[in-house]
């Protein structure tokens, strides 16, 4: 029993480790040896990116096509400069620009829309209501 609990504390002292690295790496100018974490970097920083964007135009009420194309500039945008500038990537590396900007960006379309539909209900529920 002793040596299960042994080894279970040190795969999950180690997988604690594991991670803490990836996200010291993101916010540093960083080498990534393994194209598949700086991927998944980018795919969760997209996520929470999504839903700060949708926090963002459901408090202020952006509704249409201009909040939808602000959206997509943006998180496109925050991305690109993210990867070339800040982490100095090799685009190529990755298969190119376009590679880099699609990864993760339908999932941090869909939790933008959710976010934003529902601080934009409800915090302007009075005024749908009045139209």
Sequence with gaps: MSTKTNTIERNSSSRAKEVKPVWAKAFTKSEWADKDEFLDVVYWARQILGILIGIAWGIVPLKGFIALFLFAAINCGIVYLYCINFQGVDEEAY?????????????????????????????????????
């Excluded at 829309?113 to 139209?131: M, Q």
């Design 95 to 131: 298969g190119g620009v376009w590679e880099l900007l699609k990864e993760g960006f339908m999932t941090s379309f869909a939790c933008f829309l959710v976010t934003w539909i529902i601080f934009y209900t409800g915090l302007h529920f009075d005024t749908l209501t009045r139209e």
